[in-house]
Every structure is written in structure tokens, then in C-alpha cells.
């Protein structure tokens, strides 16, 4: 359904203020247990988080990120204080690294471009260890982030410094120097002793856990890692040669291995494969801001010039969506369980990686056993990569090439796919003996699998390392997490479930930028409701990685402003997490030093956000206070752990379907709760199915027709739902709400009792509805995915619906309220109560998104 402009809807303005500590019934601070002493330490038992008097803990967080970890001290207990007040208890230290933060760890002043970063800044630690401990007396704890942004420069002495991967990423896993880097700044903040907590960072329940490098893996970054400069990429090369020596013993066994399963080729599918015929066949994928252009050219002479005319790729010009620009060449047929080979001649103006895969052509535009990266440089050089099939489709077979974050213009010559193949020789200059072998790069070919190994292998041993780093010189008893389990495939998961807790991160619709990175005022978003999406929307992403017997964490989630349905987030997220009974979600990002603030000031601005803020007390009794259960029924993929490397290089989003055909259904990881298990290797794998007990109260998701798409909550003291409720009545468990009509019939709600009585018997009930909320003057471009300079204005504005709740009740007498932005009462609501039912309607005029509802015996 197409939006509508929302003009004709009545806006007014509404914020919750950063000052307002006030007690109100939003206020669900008690459900945070303050201050968090002994009795509150942290530990794992059984795969749940629990303290030390036993009692399971579970974390609705928020990031602080750069600068906002150093507040100024008057601010500081304002700022706990209010996030407790709205059901926060814990907070992710993220950024402190970050060379633009102003203060960042290593300089109180002026941030760290040029500067050295080997000591920490006595300032901006007193301001850290102050807002660790104002957060400690509210309740709130901490994960320590280690590694975020903090880059290997030439001023800390490393060569090329200024071409290594941006924000210091995948050197820090086998790279000595910066292994070491990072175990002294450890040392120097966890050993840090806190003078307002009098203990060392590291030993004080506040911290939750530590994360040691954020978004980060040398495997899911295996092309990156391939085009290093010399002195790095050899480091992981000789690491590479050795672990092919210690495998093997001798080339001859090592090349015997590698051929073992090869076949000839056959003959080449893909037509114009030389550019004979131009660019037919070809197909330049372009979306959103992403460009690029294509001609056909001659090559250059020098030596590995392929046979006839190539393909040039220019004009290049990225978003922050990686899918959105790729050369395909689409419509082929390959068959179940077949080896195929794509090989290709290529070349680049100047070093840069370019991804290669097999995928369908159509939704939901699986990944078939393909899924790689090579490194190219200006000399031309030929690629040959093989995998096995895995669950194609007849006539829907794409291999693509996509473009990773690299601008420079490249070219391919003398393309094939053919039926066969995997015969490696080795060039007369590799010799496993003089520890020569070239890495090959991830892929589903047995030196492809073999490199994936040792990927994860060294991976493995970075984590190792570092957790008993903590461990044991260190004495951080605090559970301890690498990254995010997707960085990596199933190796990133196989990595993380070697530690204590496995982590996620997912944004729904995250901005992209068509000239500037990071421009705030030049960007483009999707601006699609996700409740309206077919496939779950984020949410199979995230289920799919979680671990059986482990916590399970989403430590970033957003849906970025100016999103104009961020209003379903929050009731839709903590509902599906309390529904897959996971450990925490921490929303990205909160800044709350600017005290005066009346507006959404970024992307990620969730504490100026009214549509996060208001829904959080709802979250908070469905995510904290468990009136959400855990879904009856269950499904556990079991994987057996020497398929992992398999499994990682044959690549994807998802490697569900690689380990058993058809079994990553995004339907069913709504409905069930979802895991993985790695079982010894040569176990069968399986997918294990739990029936469990039905459930009358659920969580239920409808996409079907669109324009009545929703998402509902029906559990005995939350009724919630989220989507294209406009024109019509939802009924839960006897609530029903009524909306109106209106242009983008769109709406979000929430009703929660907050004393956690079912509906009908509790005495304190809060409905928070609303149709959207952004900055005044936003100027919205035709297809509304730019609203120009969105961040200047305030303060933030309210499109409310009308409609009409029914609420049934035992009680005899009720009252409704609507209250101000700080949750004080600013006028009783006309209601009627009879026969068990108390009604009332809400509008605009109200100039509200809270009701309060008190009952009276």
C-alpha cells in the first residue's frame, strides 16, 4: 500500500524530557534492582544470565557510544536516573576508542586523528568512571566494549597504516602488534582501579561483560584480508603455509587431497563470454544511490591478457548497502549436488577486492554454495573458483560479482561456468615446502574449505588467547563475547559458542549514503513499514545465530530516523524477544547529556526519540517483567562441527539451508523458538522439532493482504499491535482497539497493566498509541526515502490517530487520564464504564500518545 501524505493528520508537539525523573506510572524502575552489589554479580548458568542470589537477569540496554561514555558530572545521575525510570538496566560502552569522539578514552580534548593512543587520558577516565558509577547506584550495567574504532595508524607505528581496513578491523586477529596492542589497552582500562566505585573496572558487578572487537572477522573479510599490503598479508600468509605444513606433511599430500573429487570440465554456459556480443547478458544491478556503468573495451597488452574484448566497470559510486550495485549474469541452470566451476581473467586500476557468488535470481535469493572474495591489483591475473550446488532452482541460477566498499574501476575477460572441475596445480613459483602456497581465497574448492579452516582456526585462537588473557592475567571473571556471530557465517557462530554468550546486531531499513559517507544531510532510507514485510523483517536473521545452551544477546537495534513506522520497533522487538526467550536487546543509540534537547538529533537518537522512549515501559513489562512467555514450540538445527568450515565457505546470509535443505524457514523462526547446536563431527545432522504445549496468548504476524498487514501481541497483561490497523478493530483476548481511517492507516499500540495483573483484574493500565513521530519541518521528496536536513528543529511532533479502545474489567470504578511528556497527568479522559467494559477514545486533541488508566476498588 502506497503511503499517502500525512499533512491532513493533526500534529502537535510532544516531548518526554531529559530532565524528568519523576515517579508517574510509566516509570518501571522497579523492575530494576539498585544498586547492583555483590548479590548482583553476573555469571552463567545453563545457558541464562543470573546473579549471585540465583535469580535469572535479562537486559533491555541501550548503546552509549563516543563521546556520550564521558558525560559531564552534573549530567550523569540525570541521565541513569531517567533511563532507569524508563526500564533501562544495562548500557554498552561503545566508541570510547573512536578517534573522532570528543572526549574519547586517550584524549579528553579535540579526539585523536594524528595523536597517539597508547596511554589512557586521566580526564576523560574520571568522567568514564564517574557515569560507571552513577550507572552502578541506578541498577545498570555495563558491557565493555574493547576494540570499536580504534584504527593501526603510523603514529602507533605501524607501515602503511593509512592502508590498512578502516576502524583498525581484521589485521587485530593474527597480526602480533596489534594483538599486543589490544592486551595493553585492557590491562590499562579493566585493571583501571575506579575511585567513586573503589575497585578495578574489571572486578565490579556493574560489568556485565566484555566484548573484545566489535563487527569484526578476518573470515567474513577474507577478500580484504587477501589484499593487504606486504607486511601484513605475508604475516598471514606464512601462518597459512603452516598450518598447510602441519595438515599435509609434504605438497604431494597436500595437492593429492585437493584433487582428490576433481573432474573435467565441461562445456562453458554462459553465452558472451569473450564481450562478442557486447554487453547482452550482462546485467548491472543498481539500487538506490549506488551507480556504475559498463563498456566493453580491448584489453591492455602484458602478460595474462585474456582472449577477446572485456567487460570495464567505472564510474563507481557505494552506498552503505552492499547488494545494492553488482554485475550478474542470470537465468542459468545448475543441478543438485554437481560441481561447477566459474573462471574469469580480471583486473583493477589499483588494488581492490571484488566478491564472487551463486545465488537464485529470485526471492528468497538463497546462496547456493558460492560465496567468496578475490583480490585484484593491476596486472591481469585468471580466478578459478568451484563449488557444489546446494538446493538450486531450475532457470534461477545467478553468479554475481559484487563491489564491497572499493570505488575503483575493474575488468573481466574470458567468463566461464562449467559442469566439473576442482584439478589444482600449483604456479612454479608455490612450493608448500618453501612455504610458498598462495592463498586461495574462501570457497567451496578443497584449498578454498582448507583456507576456511585455518581462518577460523586462527580466529579461534585470537578469542582463546584473549578470553584466558582476562582470564588469567587479568582476573575479569565477567563473561566474555568475541563479535557478532554473522561476522564469520557459521564460523563466526562455531567461534562465539566457544566463549560464554553469543551476540547479534540488526538495523531495519539503515540509511544509505549516495555521495558523502555518513552525511546527515544527504542520505536515503527505505522508509517501508517492517510490519508489512514478507519474511520477518530482521528477525530470521537474528534468530538463526543463536546458540542452544548459551545467552543470547542483540547488542545494536535500530529503526533509523526519520523512518516514519520507527513507532512498531519497540513493541514488535522486545515482544519477539521475550517470545524467543533471548537475554537482551540494547537499542542504538542514547545520548542524553544535552539536558534542554527537544528533538531527534540523529539517526540513532533513541533517547530523543518520543516513538522508542514512550514504548519502552510496555517493552519493559513484556521483555523484563516476562509477561511475554517463551514460545511452546522449538527448533534446533543440529551441525556438526567438522561441516563448519563447509559450511562458512560456501558463504550466504543464511547456511540453514546448506546443512539441510529447506530447513531455514522465516515463517517458522516467527512461530518457534530458534537455535543451532554444533554436535561431534560425523553427526548427522538434524533439525530438531518441539512441539511443546499450544498457547492460547501469542505472538502473530499477518502480511496478507498489505494494507491489513499487523503484527499483534496477545498475551494476559499486554494486548499490543503494530501495522496497517487504520479502518478496522483489533481484537485481543476481548481488548479491542478501534482506528479510524487515516492517509497512511498506519498505527502502533500498546497495553500494558503495570502491576503485571492480567487486563481485565489490574488496577494501573497504560495505553500508548501513536501513528508516527519526527522533527518538525521535515521536506520529504516524492518517493519519501529523503527528508532533507531532518536533525535541526524541534521540538519533535506527534501524528496521532483517532479511534477507541474497549477495555474489559472487574473493576468498579476506573479512571483515564492522559498524560504529559514527563507521564504526569495533564487531564482526565471521558470514559464509560458498564457491564464489565470500560471504553474510551483517544485523538489528536489529546495531544498525548499515554493514557492512564486507574482503577478504583
Given at each position: ?9 493533526a500534529a502537535f508537539?510532544?516531548?518526554?524530557p ?23 554479580r553476573?555469571?552463567i548458568?545453563?545457558g ?8 535469572r537477569?535479562r537486559?533491555?540496554?541501550v548503546d552509549?557510544?563516543?563521546?556520550s561514555c564521558f558525560?559531564?558530572?552534573e549530567?550523569?545521575d ?16 561503545h566508541?570510547?576508542?573512536a578517534?573522532?569522539?570528543d572526549?574519547n578514552l ?7 586523528y594524528?595523536?597517539?593512543t597508547?596511554?589512557l587520558?586521566?580526564?576523560?577516565l ?12 541506578h541498577?545498570i550495567?555495563?558491557d565493555v566494549?574493547l576494540h ?5 595508524t603510523r ?8 592502508k590498512l581496513?578502516?576502524?583498525?578491523k ?14 595493553r589497552?585492557a ?5 583501571h582501579?575506579?575511585p567513586?566505585?573503589?575497585a ?7 560489568v556485565?561483560?566484555?566484548?573484545l572487537t ?7 573479510s ?7 599490503p ?6 598471514l600468509?606464512g601462518g597459512?603455509?603452516?598450518?598447510l605444513?602441519?595438515k599435509?606433511?609434504?605438497?604431494r599430500a ?7 573429487g576433481a573432474?573435467?570440465?565441461g562445456?562453458?554456459l554462459?553465452a558472451?563470454a ?5 554487453t547482452?547478458?550482462w ?6 544511490s ?11 597488452p602484458g602478460?595474462?591478457?585474456p582472449r577477446?574484448?572485456?567487460l ?9 548497502t552492499?547488494w ?7 537465468g542459468?541452470t545448475v543441478?543438485?549436488g554437481?560441481?561447477?566451476?566459474v573462471?574469469?581473467?580480471?583486473r583493477a ?12 535470481d ?8 558460492l560465496?567468496?572474495g578475490?583480490a585484484?591489483?593491476?596486472e ?7 563449488f ?13 560479482w559484487t563491489?564491497?566498499?572499493s570505488n ?6 574470458d567468463v ?5 572441475g576442482?584439478?589444482?596445480e600449483?604456479?612454479?613459483?608455490e ?11 574462501v570457497?567451496g ?5 582448507d583456507?576456511?579452516?585455518f581462518?577460523?582456526?586462527?580466529e ?8 584466558a588473557?582476562?582470564?588469567d592475567?587479568?582476573?575479569v ?7 557478532q556471530?554473522s ?5 563466526g557462530?562455531?567461534?562465539e ?7 547479534m546486531?540488526?538495523?531495519w531499513?539503515h ?11 544527504d ?9 508489512a ?5 530482521t ?5 538463526q545465530y ?7 544477546t ?10 516514519e ?6 513493541p514488535?522487538?522486545f515482544s519477539?524477544a ?6 537482551g ?12 534537547r527537544d528533538?531527534i538529533?540523529s ?8 516513538a522508542?522512549m514512550?514504548?519502552?515501559p510496555?517493552a ?6 516476562g509477561?511475554v ?7 534446533t538445527?543440529e551441525?556438526p562441527?567438522d561441516r563448519?568450515p563447509a559450511l ?13 535443505p529447506g530447513s ?8 518457534r523458538?530458534t ?12 533439525l530438531d522439532?518441539?512441539e511443546?504445549?499450544?498457547s ?12 491489513r ?8 497483561s ?6 496497517r ?6 481484537n485481543l483476548?476481548g481488548?479491542e482497539?478501534?482506528?479510524e481511517?487515516s492517509p497512511r ?8 497493566a ?8 489490574s ?6 498509541v501513536?501513528d ?6 521535515l521536506?520529504?521528496?516524492?518517493d ?9 528543529n ?8 483517532k479511534?477507541?479502545i474497549?477495555?474489559p ?8 487520564y492522559?498524560?504529559d ?5 495533564a487531564?482526565?479522559v ?6 464489565g ?6 485523538a489528536?486533541?489529546?495531544r498525548t500518545?499515554?493514557?492512564?488508566i486507574?482503577?478504583r476498588?
Amino acid at each position: 500500500m502506497a503511503d499517502m501524505n500525512t499533512a491532513a493528520l493533526a500534529a502537535f508537539a510532544f516531548v518526554i524530557p531529559f530532565n524528568d525523573t519523576g515517579r508517574s506510572v510509566v516509570d518501571v524502575s522497579a523492575l530494576n534492582r539498585a544498586p547492583l552489589d555483590a548479590s548482583r554479580r553476573i555469571s552463567i548458568r545453563d545457558g541464562r544470565f543470573l546473579d549471585a542470589t540465583g535469580r535469572r537477569v535479562r537486559f533491555l540496554g541501550v548503546d552509549v557510544a563516543a563521546g556520550s561514555c564521558f558525560p559531564p558530572k552534573e549530567a550523569a545521575d540525570g541521565i541513569a536516573a531517567r533511563m532507569r525510570r524508563f526500564g533501562v538496566n544495562a548500557v554498552r560502552l561503545h566508541h570510547m576508542d573512536a578517534s573522532w569522539a570528543d572526549p574519547n578514552l586517550f584524549h579528553l580534548h579535540g579526539g585523536s586523528y594524528g595523536k597517539t593512543t597508547d596511554e589512557l587520558d586521566a580526564g576523560s577516565l574520571d568522567l568514564l568512571d564517574w557515569f560507571v558509577f552513577q550507572l552502578k547506584r541506578h541498577g545498570i550495567y555495563v558491557d565493555v566494549n574493547l576494540h570499536v574504532s580504534r584504527a593501526y595508524t603510523r603514529e602507533e607505528g605501524f607501515e602503511e597504516g593509512d592502508k590498512l581496513p578502516d576502524l583498525g578491523k581484521v589485521v587485530g586477529y593474527f597480526l602480533p602488534k596489534a594483538i599486543e596492542q589490544q592486551r595493553r589497552f585492557a590491562r590499562q582500562l579493566l585493571t583501571h582501579v575506579n575511585p567513586y566505585l573503589g575497585a578495578r573496572l574489571g572486578d565490579d558487578p556493574v560489568v556485565a561483560f566484555v566484548e573484545l572487537t566489535n563487527e569484526d572477522s578476518l573470515l567474513g573479510s577474507a577478500g580484504e584480508a587477501m589484499a593487504l599490503p606486504a607486511p601484513y598479508r605475508d604475516v598471514l600468509a606464512g601462518g597459512w603455509n603452516a598450518w598447510l605444513a602441519k595438515k599435509y606433511g609434504s605438497g604431494r599430500a597436500m595437492l593429492a587431497a585437493w584433487n582428490r573429487g576433481a573432474t573435467p570440465l565441461g562445456e562453458n554456459l554462459l553465452a558472451n563470454a569473450r564481450m562478442e556480443s557486447g554487453t547482452a547478458e550482462w546485467l548491472l544491478e543498481q539500487h538506490a544511490s549506488a551507480k556504475a556503468s559498463i563498456g566493453i573495451v580491448d584489453p591492455a597488452p602484458g602478460p595474462g591478457v585474456p582472449r577477446g574484448k572485456v567487460l570495464r566497470v567505472s564510474g563507481i559510486a557505494l552506498d552503505d548497502t552492499g547488494w545494492h550495485l553488482q554485475l550478474n549474469r542470470a537465468g542459468l541452470t545448475v543441478k543438485e549436488g554437481q560441481r561447477y566451476t566459474v573462471s574469469f581473467s580480471a583486473r583493477a586500476d589499483s588494488s581492490r577486492s571484488v566478491g564472487v557468488n551463486a545465488r537464485f535470481d529470485i526471492e528468497p535469493w538463497t546462496n547456493i554454495g558460492l560465496d567468496t572474495g578475490v583480490a585484484l591489483g593491476p596486472e591481469w591475473r585468471r580466478y578459478t573458483l568451484s563449488f557444489v550446488a546446494r538446493s538450486p532452482r531450475a532457470g534461477h541460477t545467478r553468479v554475481t560479482w559484487t563491489f564491497g566498499d572499493s570505488n575503483v574501476a575493474f575488468e573481466l575477460g574470458d567468463v566461464s561456468l562449467c559442469p566439473g572441475g576442482g584439478r589444482v596445480e600449483l604456479e612454479p613459483r608455490e612450493s608448500l615446502e618453501r612455504g610458498t602456497v598462495a592463498m586461495p581465497g574462501v570457497s567451496g574448492t578443497p584449498p578454498g574449505v582448507d583456507f576456511t579452516a585455518f581462518l577460523i582456526d586462527v580466529e579461534r585462537d585470537f578469542t582463546q588467547g584473549m578470553r584466558a588473557f582476562l582470564r588469567d592475567e587479568l582476573k575479569v571473571t565477567a563473561p566474555v563475547l568475541c563479535s557478532q556471530a554473522s561476522y564469520g557465517g557459521a564460523g563466526g557462530a562455531w567461534r562465539e559458542s566457544r566463549l560464554d554468550l553469543i551476540d547479534m546486531h540488526a538495523y531495519w531499513q539503515h540509511p544509505s549514503f549516495p555521495n558523502k559517507p555518513w552525511d546527515s544531510d544527504d542520505y536515503r532510507i527505505g522508509n517501508t513499514p517492517m510490519s508489512a514485510e514478507e519474511g520477518g523483517g530482521t528477525f530470521p536473521g537474528l534468530a538463526q545465530y543463536r546458540v542452544a545452551g548459551m545467552p543470547f544477546t542483540v547488542s545494536e537495534y535500530d529503526h533509523p530516523a526519520p523512518n516514519e513506522y520507527a513507532a512498531e520497533s519497540v513493541p514488535m522487538l522486545f515482544s519477539y524477544a521475550a517470545w524467543q526467550d533471548w537475554d537482551g536487546v540494547f537499542l542504538f543509540c542514547y545520548s542524553g547529556e544535552d539536558l534542554k534537547r527537544d528533538r531527534i538529533d540523529s539517526f540513532f537518537d533513541v533517547g530523543g526519540h518520543p516513538a522508542l522512549m514512550a514504548f519502552l515501559p510496555a517493552a519493559a513489562r513484556m521483555f523484563l517483567a516476562g509477561a511475554v512467555p517463551p514460545a511452546p514450540a522449538s527448533q534446533t538445527l543440529e551441525v556438526p562441527e567438522d561441516r563448519v568450515p563447509a559450511l562458512a565457505a560456501e558463504g550466504g546470509w543464511t547456511f540453514w539451508d546448506n546443512v539441510i535443505p529447506g530447513s531455514w524457514s522465516a515463517s517458522r523462526m516467527i512461530e518457534r523458538r530458534t537455535a543451532i547446536r554444533f554436535v561431534p563431527p560425523g553427526t548427522p545432522p538434524r533439525l530438531d522439532q518441539a512441539e511443546g504445549i499450544p498457547s492460547e496468548n501469542r505472538i502473530e504476524w499477518s502480511v496478507s493482504p498489505a494494507s491489513r498487514a499487523a503484527y499483534t501481541v496477545d498475551v494476559p497483561s499486554v494486548k499490543a499491535a503494530a501495522g496497517r490497523l487504520g479502518g478496522r478493530t483489533v481484537n485481543l483476548g476481548g481488548v479491542e482497539v478501534s482506528i479510524e481511517p487515516s492517509p497512511r492507516n498506519f498505527a502502533a499500540f500498546a497495553l500494558a497493566a503495570m502491576d503485571g495483573a492480567p487486563v481485565p483484574e489490574s488496577g494501573s493500565l497504560l495505553l500508548t498509541v501513536m501513528d508516527k513521530v519526527e522533527n518538525p519541518g521535515l521536506e520529504w521528496n516524492a518517493d519519501r526515502t529523503y527528508a532533507g536536513r531532518s536533525w535541526e528543529n524541534g521540538p519533535t511532533q506527534v501524528w496521532q490517530v483517532k479511534g477507541r479502545i474497549v477495555i474489559p474489567t472487574k473493576a468498579k470504578k476506573a479512571e483515564v487520564y492522559r498524560l504529559d511528556g514527563g507521564g504526569r497527568r495533564a487531564g482526565q479522559v471521558r470514559s464509560t464504564l458498564a457491564k464489565g467494559r470500560l471504553s474510551f477514545g483517544f485523538a489528536p486533541a489529546d495531544r498525548t500518545v499515554w493514557y492512564e488508566i486507574a482503577v478504583r476498588p
